[in-house]
């Protein structure tokens, strides 16, 4: 664990909430202090740098005695969680725009993922009807032959199925939680399964919260922005009046992206958000073919879309050796002989481009 993580750790602790002043005063401390390197951090330096109050400023310096990097860094391996902060420069740029992006971001699985700014986001009512289970299939599948990723929240109903039917359909998923992201603590319980589901299938699983973080309520309107910031749009499928789902479609509003909107039955109070959201200036979809063109993604036949499609030369290496057949990754390697981190960045830059899939954990085929 740097320097960096701990003391944005701490503050993330000491604070209630990232407040949007705390990113730009962030940002000029690092800039002052990363010139000097192996320099040993002062806190009582970080807090007046990032403005903290008389009371921020205790509970900062009571937590940072109480806490060991050491100790955490030890539990966060064993709970096999990551991190990544707001400082370094592979923290991603959609995010870093948005007002009080999170300071840490602490991950499972494919972090290349947050590298494509092509993340369309699903969202809508935990009480999904067969209709609106029908209408994420459809428009997650059409997606499948294009450079997109999808995003949503691992909630019941529309975020499950969104999850689920990236994972049929071979399209990178991410899955962004108002809890820690440790075995014991991703919420909802029931989506367990699924949210393995995700790592398995080189998917990406990220939240602002800690490890041993619990759920609590406000946790997933904190959860909503950040959807909301790494989408290039949000789609949002029946939602009801109080639907989380519509502050998702206000982040996205608010942070200048695209948002979508299903329509559906008059009778189903479920249609209410999705119809007001188009009543306000929503893009009301009906096919993936209406996010495509809203997005600026020309549509085209899938080999006229591989055909188009421009590959590095580590690309071109890998997908040299890709059939129709099965491949390992061990395989890829031998045949290869690329360093083993990057067969896994070209593998998912690859599938991004919907040019390989992924059918089960480590095996690979050419689409």
């Avoid at 990754?329 to 998912?348: D, G």
């Amino acid at each position: 664990m740097s320097q960096v993580d701990y003391l944005l750790y701490i503050l993330s602790q000491a604070t209630s909430h990232t407040h949007p002043k705390f990113a730009g005063l962030i940002w000029e401390w690092y800039e002052r202090v990363s010139v000097e390197k192996n320099k040993i951090l002062n806190p009582q330096d970080f807090c007046r740098s990032v403005d903290l109050n008389y009371e921020q400023t205790k509970k900062f310096h009571n937590l940072f005695i109480k806490e060991s990097p050491t100790e955490l860094s030890h539990r966060w391996k064993l709970a096999k969680v990551q991190t990544i902060n707001i400082c370094e420069e592979n923290y991603p740029k959609l995010l870093k725009q948005i007002p009080d992006p999170p300071l840490i971001i602490y991950y499972r699985g494919n972090l290349k993922l947050l590298e494509n700014e092509n993340l369309v986001g699903f969202v809508g009512s935990r009480r999904a009807t067969k209709y609106g289970i029908a209408v994420t299939e459809k428009l997650v599948s059409g997606l499948s032959n294009y450079p997109f990723g999808i995003i949503s929240g691992l909630a019941y109903g529309i975020d499950a199925v969104s999850h689920k039917s990236a994972i049929a359909n071979n399209i990178p998923t991410v899955a962004v939680l108002g809890s820690g992201p440790d075995d014991e603590w991703i919420y909802p319980r029931e989506n367990f399964k699924l949210a393995m589901d995700i790592l398995d299938h080189n998917g990406l699983i990220i939240s602002e919260y800690p490890p041993g973080s619990e759920a609590r309520k406000h946790q997933f309107i904190a959860r909503n922005r950040i959807i909301a910031g790494l989408s290039c749009g949000v789609v949002i499928v029946e939602a009801g009046k109080k639907s989380g789902a519509l502050i998702t479609s206000d982040f996205a509003m608010d942070f200048n992206r695209s948002v979508f909107a299903v329509p559906g039955p008059i009778t189903s109070p479920l249609s209410f958000g999705p119809h007001q959201l188009i009543e306000h200036g929503a893009k009301l979809i009906q096919s993936s073919e209406d996010i495509l063109e809203e997005l600026g993604i020309a549509i085209a036949s899938v080999s006229e879309h591989k055909s188009n499609v421009q590959l590095s030369p580590t690309e071109s290496l890998v997908l040299k050796y890709m059939q129709i057949d099965n491949i390992d990754f061990e395989e890829i390697s031998n045949k290869t002989r690329l360093p083993v981190n990057e067969i896994q960045a070209t593998l998912s830059s690859l599938e991004l481009k919907g040019l390989i899939s992924q059918v089960s954990p480590q095996i690979y085929q050419k689409v």
